[in-house]
């Protein structure tokens, strides 16, 4: 079965950090791009951050420009958020996703038909 796990998920003060990973379970990211994607109560699924494991490229919303990171461990099959200063208007459920096309997207939730498998998403709540 091909899976993806996230962990790393908590509540944390505003301006705090945290580390969400993302585990690939049934295959590698030899072949795929990687999206952070999440949502909050009554909004849409937002596509956070990028990592492409064939290139190394990343990508960044402009939301969290400066402030989150993709990357990739030494184990093939981890990718990392790292988030830095945390706000309160990045409390939400995250998700990764694997697959060819980890674009924005608009009115849709997540998980979506955009990217080909899901993880089960991890709560991330900020206190200010």
């Known amino acids: 079965e091909l899976k993806l796990v996230e962990s790393g998920g908590g509540s944390v003060q505003a301006g705090g950090s945290l580390r969400l990973t993302c585990t690939a379970s049934?295959?590698?990211?030899?072949?795929?791009?990687m999206g952070w994607y999440r949502q909050a109560p009554g909004n849409e699924c937002e596509l956070v951050s990028t990592?492409?494991?064939?290139?190394?490229?990343?990508y960044s919303a402009d939301s969290v420009k400066g402030r989150f990171t993709s990357s990739q461990a030494a184990a093939k099959n981890t990718v990392y958020l790292d988030m830095n200063n945390l706000e309160p208007e990045d409390a939400a459920v995250y998700y990764c996703?694997?697959?060819?096309?980890?674009?924005?997207?608009?009115?849709?939730?997540?998980?979506?038909?955009?990217?080909?498998?899901w993880g089960d998403g991890t709560l991330v709540t900020i206190s200010s």
């Open positions: 990592f492409s494991v064939i290139d190394g490229t990343t």
């Open positions: 049934g295959f590698t990211f030899d072949d795929s791009d």
């Open positions: 996703a694997a697959g060819s096309t980890p674009y924005p997207i608009t009115g849709e939730n997540c998980p979506n038909y955009l990217m080909d498998i």
